[in-house]
């Protein structure tokens, strides 16, 4: 979005697009403790998905934080997986077990409006995460970057 400075419009940063594609590395999905956030619709997803009911999805996958549900994680050498990373079926991949029904949260990465703060941010979450598909791979378009921006659920 841009922002209305005065008179004149601060174009965001962005505006010639970002290069990302997913490498499949899984390090947006681990690190230290955190929340994934889902909505009552995406919880029905992934249980279809998954073949059980919600209210076993509920019980077996997630937590409440702050009055809202989170998926839970699981510690291991690489930090907190998401409970649905999947290291072993790939070899050198970390796959999604809920791909097709993933939360929002997860499908903008790595678009969410905190990364995008400025240049200096998005370089820096680059390394922190690390995420060697930021920066590579196809560009995405200023359009397509404010469609996933713009679907970040808040609090992310």
Known sequence: MSES???TI?????????RFSCTQCGNCCTGPTGYVWFTE???IRMAEQLG?????????????VRGRMS???????HGYDCIFLDRKTSPGKA???VYKSRPAQCGTWPFWPENLKSQRTWESIKKITPCPGMG???LVTIDQIRIQRDATPPDV
């Open 52 to 64: 059980i009911t919600v209210k076993e999805f509920y019980k077996k996958y997630t937590r409440k």
């Open 10 to 18: 601060k174009k965001e940063w962005y505006e010639k697009g970002l």
């Open 95 to 97: 796959l999604c077990k």
């Open 71 to 77: 998926l839970i994680e699981h510690k291991n050498q």
């Open 136 to 138: 590579n791979g196809q």
């Open 5 to 7: 400075v005065g008179d």
């Open 41 to 43: 619709e995406e919880a």
